[in-house]
């Protein structure tokens, strides 16, 4: 792994020096991680003009969830408590003589702007823009090994939750068991606020864990993920509580499924990002669920939850190959509840198979 994190800072350190830059600041911690493999809480990266050095607030911990940092990165603890890593990362490239850093604006608060200035007058800063983000778009073996093993994580997260006994438990009881068994199964936390939603609150995108109970006949919608050395997959189901569906649960359940898996087919290097949503945002519309549909039908994976590229009408550019994504339409019907439906994939070449899918829960409607 020692190598893989030299090559990705060498490509950085190439793309600064073709715009003139003798050195990088990299503060966004998914970033920092990427060229590390460890990000400490409020830890700044430094590429040259001298050595790499990962600046950090306080001692490494060692916990798990910070990763472990990369031997050819020199560790640079700063000596008095409160200080700002990246404050001081600008003010060692100035004093190893770089001209020009570039830096994460993007990232960087006017406070921070203000104070790199102060403490380095005679050093220009200039855009890095999203370079870095750029980089992690396309992931390597090792990304998505991890990624898979998330996703198993995830998976086996689910299963046994739905092995137990559901009515009568709470909304928040079932997210806290779910998160719990994410970390039994070698998980170093949740990738995201986990979501159940019961009844009336099944379907909603984004619903807080609440204190209602499961009761017979409910659609339950769950939504999880596990972040596994720092990449973070993402699942999605819904099941019937106790009983045989009504037909309209059958019906929504069978609109929401296909255009999950016309989004899913759709996925293919060189397709536009835009098209995906279209194809699946169609079925649902046509069915007249356009005005509750959210703003996307998915969104790119890895050391983020929600990463580029976006699957959205508006989205720009097309899919590449080894891009892992969501695909997770779903409809909510006030007052009656909704379905959502929720894997993730990696997009793969027809020749190789097609997008390969990650999570395999089943999406069969089950009667729990």
């Known amino acids: 792994m020692s190598e893989l994190y030299t090559v990705r800072r060498a490509r950085l350190r190439d793309r600064c020096a073709a715009t003139g830059s003798t050195a990088a600041l990299i503060s966004r911690p998914a970033n920092v991680r990427y060229l590390t493999g460890c990000t400490p809480p409020g830890a700044a990266l430094l590429l040259g003009p001298g050595d790499d050095v990962l600046l950090c607030g ?4 060692g916990d798990p969830t910070e990763g472990r940092p990369d031997d050819d990165v020199r560790i640079s603890v700063l000596p008095a408590r409160g200080g700002d890593p990246v404050v001081a990362a600008a003010g060692l ?3 190893e003589g770089a001209r020009t850093l570039a830096v994460e604006e993007h990232h960087l608060t006017v406070t921070r702007h203000r104070a790199l200035a102060h403490i380095a007058p005679g050093l220009r800063l200039a855009d890095l823009a999203c370079a870095v983000e750029a980089q992690r778009l396309v992931k390597d073996d090792d990304e998505i090994a991890c990624l898979r093993i998330a996703a198993e994580i995830s998976d086996q997260a689910l299963g046994e939750l739905l092995e137990s006994i559901l009515v009568g438990r709470t909304e928040r009881h079932l ?3 779910l998160e719990r068994r994410l970390v039994d199964h070698g998980a170093d936390g949740p990738a995201f606020p986990t979501s159940v939603a ?3 609150n099944s379907g ?3 619903h807080l864990p609440s204190d209602r ?8 919608t769950v939504n999880l993920g596990a972040n596994y050395r720092g990449y973070r997959c993402e699942i999605g189901r819904t099941f019937v509580i106790g009983t045989t569906p009504a037909d309209w649960q059958i019906d929504l359940y069978d609109l929401v499924f296909a255009a999950q898996k016309a989004g899913r087919e759709a996925l293919a290097p060189g397709v536009e990002c835009h098209e995906v949503d279209r194809v699946a945002r169609q079925i649902l519309e046509t069915a007249g669920h356009g005005d509750g549909l959210g703003p996307w039908t998915g969104h790119g994976v890895g050391l983020e939850i929600d990463e580029d590229p976006q699957l959205s009408p508006g989205a720009m550019g097309k899919l590449d190959a080894c891009v892992p994504v969501t695909v997770e339409p779903g409809v909510h019907i006030p007052g ?4 959502r439906i929720d894997d993730t994939l990696v997009v793969r070449p027809e020749a190789d198979g097609g997008p390969e899918l990650l999570t395999i829960t089943t999406k069969e409607l089950l009667a729990l």
């Open 204 to 206: 909603r995108a984004g």
């Open 198 to 200: 019961t009844g009336p």
């Open 336 to 339: 009656r509840g909704g379905v």
């Open 93 to 95: 490239a100035a004093k």
């Open 213 to 220: 109970r499961v009761e017979e006949g409910d659609f339950l």
């Open 175 to 177: 997210a806290l068991e």
């Open 58 to 61: 306080r001692p490494l911990t």
